[in-house]
């Protein structure tokens, strides 16, 4: 993260799958998810992809990224997880096993050195 001089904590607005930008509300799965910057992050540019993975088991999304691909360059290693204050990456009611339904269809991206 040093070489794209980002650190712990930078911060940017990503649209969570790419196939369901602007919608609400919208299904996540368990497994890969490609996502999308909608502003910079350090020198990663608006459009950005981001590379990861959903896990739904709990109460809230989890999502982390591991790889950036920006709109005109190689594929990049990164470290970083989606997030949103109060809540809004909870689960609604209609949520099955294995899969998410979320009200919204952007979240926070956030740098971080390590997944926990």
């Not at 040093?2 to 509300?25: H, W, Y």
């Not at 910057?37 to 608006?46: M, Q």
């Not at 088991?57 to 594929?75: S, W």
Request: hydrophobic share 35%; glycine share 8%.
């Amino acid at each position: 993260m040093r070489i794209l001089r980002l650190r712990p904590g930078d911060s940017a607005f990503v649209e969570l799958d790419v196939n369901q930008t602007d919608t609400s509300p919208i299904t996540l799965y368990d497994g890969p998810v490609e996502s999308m910057l909608n502003e910079p992050l350090g020198p990663l540019e608006a459009p950005t992809r981001l590379y990861g993975r959903v896990w739904t088991g709990g109460p809230q999304v989890v999502v982390r990224y591991y790889e950036a691909r920006p709109p005109h360059g190689d594929t990049i290693p990164i470290c970083a997880v989606a997030r949103l204050a109060h809540g809004q990456l909870k689960k609604l009611p209609e949520s099955k096993p294995g899969m998410a339904v979320l009200e919204f269809s952007s979240s926070g991206v956030f740098v971080v050195d390590s997944f926990r």
